[in-house]
Structure formats: C-alpha cells, structure tokens
C-alpha cells in the first residue's frame, strides 16, 4: 500500500527566509503526488502537482517541489517566505497511479511565519 | 478554474439525528467524487469514492450504513452521516474530479458537530 511520510510536524520559519518542507512516499511505480496548502478551518488548495517530465515543477505562490525517484521524495521548496504562507501543508499520492482514484495524505507540515 | 462547492459549511446537530452534507461541482460534470474525513490537527483519510449512477465504494473500517452517499448526478453527491454520535464530529472534505482528467477539486469543507 501507498504511504506518504511528512517527518516534520512543525517548522518554524522567518518571514523572507528559504523553506524546504520534506516528503516521501512508498509506491511501487511512478506516482502522481500532489502538495496543498490549507488554511485552519478551510478546504484545501493545490499548490503543485508532478505526473510525469520534468521533475522540477513550479507551483501557484511561488512555491516549487522536486520529484527524487532515488530518494523516493517530493520536497517543497518556496525561496522567500511571506506571513500569509503559515499554514498547514500535505503531501499526497495518488492511489493507483491511473489519476482515477483517491489520495493518501501524508500527516501534515504547520507552518508558522516568525516575524 | 473548477469549482467544487461543499454546503453546509458547519453544522451542529443532536446526537441519534441524521445530517446530510452536499458536494456540487459547479462548472464541470463529476463522474467521480470523493468523500474525506479530518479529525483534529491530523491528515484527510479517505472514506468513500463514488461514481456517478453507481453504489459507492467504501474504504475498510468506514460503515456504509452509517455513511450514506449518493451520487445520482453528475454534478452533485451527498454524504449523510445516520444516527449520529459525538464520536463522528469531524471535518468532512468532498473532492470531485471529471472523467478523464488526472485531479480532482476539492470543496470547502464540513464541520460536523454532535451534541
């Protein structure tokens, strides 16, 4: 079965600082993998999505994420992060890997913005 | 863009009541919609998929009596959780995606409280 691992519950970031928030799956062929944002109490919103090609892919907010088939990861990047970015962000894999099914959600990254 | 609205947006009811929450697609024709359940501060597990015109498929542990859902057209499904206990108070999530494409919209969210 799929997974997906998000090993840090929490980060803490100055705001116009780097941020690099990590992500592994377990699947065993090319995986379709996604990475919202949700804000509390709100739905979610895709940042970026990888399916194939390229495997540097640019998302909405200025945010980016790297597919590593060796490290089995998909790592979000964003370079200067602004106040308005603290939020709760997932990482998913798409089931069977047809685009036809449901995601597994990793556990989540809280993002909070330090002045 | 698509657009999946979710109503209602929060809702309290009584414990032994039922409550049915609506998914819509407004700008596309879902042949498949998804229902996810958020516990707090923790991921979205995936409860159901449902396909247009057809029963929907449940993932192990979710009680298909208890979580009726029904997606008689192509642009809205309804998840109704029956007698409810404080024990289902979560946050329910819909997503819905198009035949032939590779994501799925996801609406607005649920908050579902029992008392």
């Known amino acids: 079965a799929q997974s997906v691992t998000q090993p840090d519950i929490h980060i803490t970031v100055s705001e116009g600082a780097s941020l690099e928030l990590r992500c592994n799956y377990s699947y065993g062929a090319t995986p379709y993998l996604f990475w919202y944002v949700q804000s509390p109490g709100q739905g979610l919103q895709l940042l970026l999505k990888y399916f194939s090609g390229d495997t540097l892919v640019q998302g909405i907010k200025g945010f980016e994420a790297e597919f590593k088939r060796s490290q089995s990861s998909f790592n979000l990047r964003k370079p200067s992060v602004h106040w308005s970015d603290a939020a709760e962000y997932f990482c998913?894999?798409?089931?069977?890997?047809?685009?036809?099914?449901?995601?597994?959600f990793g556990k989540g990254t809280h993002l909070i913005i330090q002045p | 863009g698509a657009v999946v609205s979710q109503h209602p947006s929060r809702v309290i009811c009584k414990s032994g009541t039922s409550v049915k929450i609506e998914c819509r697609s407004l700008d596309f024709q879902a042949t498949t919609m998804f229902w996810y359940r958020q516990f707090p501060k923790q991921s979205l597990m995936l409860m159901a998929t449902?396909?247009?015109?057809?029963?929907?498929?449940?993932e192990q542990g979710v009680e298909k009596d208890k979580f009726l859902i029904n997606h008689a057209s192509l642009t809205l499904s309804t998840l109704t959780v029956t007698s409810a206990h404080p024990e289902d108070s979560s946050f329910y999530i819909c997503?819905?995606?198009?035949?032939?494409?590779?994501?799925?919209?996801f609406g607005q969210g649920t908050r579902l409280t029992v008392v």
């Open positions: 449902s396909n247009e015109g057809s029963k929907a498929t449940y």
């Open positions: 997503s819905a995606r198009e035949s032939g494409d590779t994501e799925a919209f």
């Open positions: 998913a894999v798409e089931r069977s890997g047809g685009g036809a099914d449901g995601l597994t």
